[in-house]
């Protein structure tokens, strides 16, 4: 059972502030920083639609989302090692739930077919949560039900959880339409390793060496850790100004308009790919492209005029073109 306490020392905490974990942070933040300022150009129609979601930057964003994870994991369990410092978790858990809570809220209003009802703000908050049941035990105990967490999706999941109220696990066959989407299963995985690789380390001496690590003293050194201090500010501010700053630009200096077409099989693959393999996909989309084409139903379907639930032709053709597309 987690210890609860509010003054004892915490058998993980090193005597000093560890840089080289701010310095981390501060270099996840500026690799989310450069993927979003590509989902900008995107979004401005800069850079090919479905860009983001698919080939490197698809890998690139896995990557950004699995490092913030698994920082997160080691900070919880330098923050509290096998004592719960409830106070400062509590607060810690609050500030994160209200940012969290403050983006569902903004991207809602902003783009309410795709908006973050689970994005990485709401990931970390589950993810400490539950990472309360493991600061007691054994680092190799959360370090086995991380890989279970990241293996779990590839041979279980269940039309069940294709609904708003379960996505947020992570086991669902039809992925949900939002520009940011991290359910638990797979990223409560890295969340864990990194916790259990923390306490690991802190067993065997490793955190105390870490944290007499040299991270420099230059000016970008300084600026990167100072940006890994206050992580959860600049991740909350980064986006909005990035913003600003490319629809200044499209004012000034707007985006040659993209073809309809290959912007609409491009999300397609992209949504596709989640969950079927790559020629299934590109064969399906082709298939209900060149269908929704010669029945004049393109355009009312791509600007959402016309949707599955006001036009039966449109899950016909999507259940024809499944057929179709199999090897």
């Not at 150009?41 to 930057?57: C, H, K, N, R, V």
């Not at 308009?257 to 992209?270: G, T």
């Not at 269908?291 to 959402?304: I, M, T, W």
Request: aromatic share 12%.
């Amino acid at each position: 059972m987690v210890q609860f306490a509010e003054k004892t020392p915490e058998p993980c905490a090193p005597a000093r502030r560890i840089e080289v974990l701010d310095l981390a942070r501060g270099v996840a933040l500026f690799a989310m920083a450069t993927y979003h300022f590509a989902w900008d150009l995107e979004f401005f129609g800069y850079i090919p639609a479905g860009s983001t979601a698919d080939g490197w930057l698809k890998l690139y964003a896995r990557l950004i989302a699995g490092s913030f994870l698994f920082l997160a994991g080691v900070s919880l369990a330098l923050a509290h090692g096998n004592r719960l410092r409830a106070k400062a978790f509590v607060k810690r858990l609050a500030v994160i739930v209200i940012a969290a809570a403050a983006i569902s809220i903004a991207t809602y209003f902003a783009t309410p077919d795709s908006f973050i009802f689970f994005g990485i703000l709401h990931a970390i908050a589950l993810s400490s949560v539950i990472g309360l049941i493991f600061l007691p035990l054994p680092g190799v105990v959360a370090i086995l039900a991380g890989i279970v967490c990241i293996s779990l999706p590839q041979f279980y999941r269940d039309d069940l959880f294709n609904n708003m109220w379960l996505y947020w696990i992570g086991l669902h066959t039809i992925p949900p339409r939002s520009n940011d989407f991290v359910p638990l299963a797979p990223w409560l995985g890295p969340f864990l390793i990194g916790l259990g690789l923390t306490k690991l380390a802190a067993e065997r001496g490793f955190v105390q060496g870490a944290a007499a690590i040299d991270t420099g003293r230059g000016a970008l050194s300084r600026a990167v850790r100072f940006c890994g201090r206050h992580s959860l500010a600049v991740y909350l501010l980064h986006q909005p100004l990035l913003l600003v700053l490319v629809w200044t630009y499209s004012e000034i200096q707007p985006a040659t308009p993209a073809d309809p077409v290959s912007a609409f099989v491009a999300n397609c693959r992209s949504g596709c790919e989640a969950t079927s393999e790559t020629g299934f996909c590109e064969r399906f989309c082709v298939c209900v492209t060149d269908d929704l084409l010669s029945q004049g139903l393109f355009n009312g379907f791509a600007d959402g005029s016309i949707t599955i639930e006001s036009d039966d032709r449109i899950p016909a053709i999507a259940e024809q073109c499944t057929v179709q597309a199999q090897p």
